[in-house]
């Protein structure tokens, strides 16, 4: 069995900083690219940034230049740090990772329960 378990938001103020960070735990045997994404009301789930295992990262247009993802793999969690907060980001972000698990490496698309941020004066 694996869980993300996500943590690290809240409200913060306009122009603010936030960092998430997302850990996976179970039977892991080796995870490949991990992924935030948010759901504001009313909207659609979308990207926000990626990052494989290499490193290699990318990021939705809205948030270049303002958001950063980066992988600890010994620790198998993944952080967005979120600096210049707008309104308009404010959602339920949530984790995903493709985990490859004991005893079978078989592999899937897990998903943490999302953590709501708020950026709001």
């Known amino acids: 069995q694996v869980q993300l378990v996500e943590s690290g938001g809240g409200l913060v103020q306009p122009g603010g900083s936030l960092r998430l960070s997302c850990a996976a735990s179970g039977s892991i045997f080796r995870i490949n690219d991990m992924g935030w994404y948010r759901q504001a009301p009313g909207k659609e789930r979308e990207l926000v940034a990626a990052?494989?295992?290499?490193?290699?990262?990318n990021y939705a247009d809205s948030v270049k230049g303002r958001f950063t993802i980066f992988r600890d793999n010994a620790k198998n969690t993944v952080y967005l740090q979120m600096n210049s907060l707008k309104p308009e980001d404010t959602a339920v972000y949530y984790c995903?990772?493709?985990?490859?698990?004991?005893?079978?490496?078989?592999?899937?698309?897990?998903w943490g329960k999302g953590t709501l941020v708020t950026a709001s004066s």
């Open positions: 995903k990772a493709e985990i490859f698990t004991y005893p079978d490496n078989r592999g899937m698309d897990y």
């Open positions: 990052i494989t295992s290499g490193g290699s990262t």
